[in-house]
């Protein structure tokens, strides 16, 4: 029998919530951070109150940033005059101009099901997240569990003489944090909580970086691993390593 936890990876909808909008100077013209992919999406709010949609039009801009999509930016039909108002939009943006997923058409946060409960994950996929968790994770950040986390963001920021050095010490750090991991789950399905083998993570595989060849502070970094039951399973990290430059 697995256990069960909430589910933080789930599908992208692109759809930015009660985004903060300026007026421009036209007192008109209310221009969204990203493009509108759906008018009828579009929810403008004033002051938390939600506007007439009859108030206000679509209009379509030729822009430079967005040429490959149509780039529609809201205009009032009566100029606001008011000081500074406060406007807020909710709206649908295009998959690839998406802040939320930024492109991937998934974002880690949890939605709620129809019964409005939170969605929730078990087995393989509960595996899948809990290594994803384990290495985003800043070690230490969680007060009650000192031990959930990777110390890889500890690296940001220290000198180090070369790429060897900076991939061994990203190798260690998951390592132990998915051997915690590890010790956490076994001691688990000693007591009488009912962990799946499915979900308890087995031994790390393989663990690679790849370096960016035109900015080695980038680091495209992949493990593959094997829960106990023996599927096998990978996860790719982008990290920005800003700081080490060797010197």
Known sequence: ???????????????????????????????????ISSRTSVVLYRFGLEVNSETYSFVKEDSILYSDSNYYYIKLKEPDLYELPVYEVTFSTYEQYCPICMGTNYADDFIESPSNFPKTVSGPYQLIQNVEKLITTTLKSNPYHSWI????????????????AISSSIESSIRTALGNLKSIQIKNQGSNTKVSPDEVFGDVEKID???D???????????????????????????????????
Do not use: W
């Open 1 to 35: 029998m697995a256990t069960k936890d909430i589910k933080i990876q789930n599908r992208c909808d692109h759809r930015l919530r009660f985004e903060e909008i300026t007026l421009e100077s036209d007192y008109i013209s209310l221009r969204p951070s990203c493009p």
């Open 149 to 164: 986390g990777c110390g890889i963001k500890g690296i940001v920021g220290t000198k180090v003489p070369d790429q060897e």
């Open 209 to 211: 970086m790849t370096f």
């Open 213 to 247: 060849e035109e900015d080695p502070t980038y680091v495209e970094v992949f493990v593959q691993y094997h829960s106990q039951s023996g599927s096998s399973y990978d996860y790719t990290q982008l990290l920005e390593l800003t700081n080490l430059r060797a010197h």
